[in-house]
């Protein structure tokens, strides 16, 4: 028996504390062609980052205990985690690119899918 081909469709990691916020779009970046894998908080985005080393990590910017900026913030820190771009994505106004600098890009919340999905593609492409 030969081994199961390797799955080459990029990784994308979907961080959002709201449910149905993951599953809306998760299941939307999966229908157009990427593996995702959820985390329902800045904590375990970072810890899942770390272990599956993703493509692309998709980052909600509004999360208790540890927000998605504090979170980018360390996985830029983390060697092993320093190159994956973050989308960040939130329904609040981020005008200041200070804050924002660790991000690929911000993407607003909620949006069409396929906006997110256009943005994910754009970085996972390299």
Known sequence: MSPRPTDRRPLVLFADDTQQIRELY???LSRAGFRVVEAQDGV???VKAQAL???V???DFSMAGLD???ATR???M???TRAIPVILFTGESMDDPVRTSDCAEVVPKPCPLQTLVDAVRRHAAG
Do not use: Y
Request: glycine content about 10%; hydrophobic content about 50%; proline content about 5%.
């Open 44 to 46: 375990a985005a970072v």
């Open 78 to 80: 983390d060697a092993r």
């Open 57 to 59: 990590i998709v980052m």
């Open 68 to 70: 998605g900026l504090e």
């Open 26 to 28: 998760s299941e939307g």
């Open 74 to 76: 360390r996985l830029k």
């Open 53 to 55: 080393i993703p493509d």
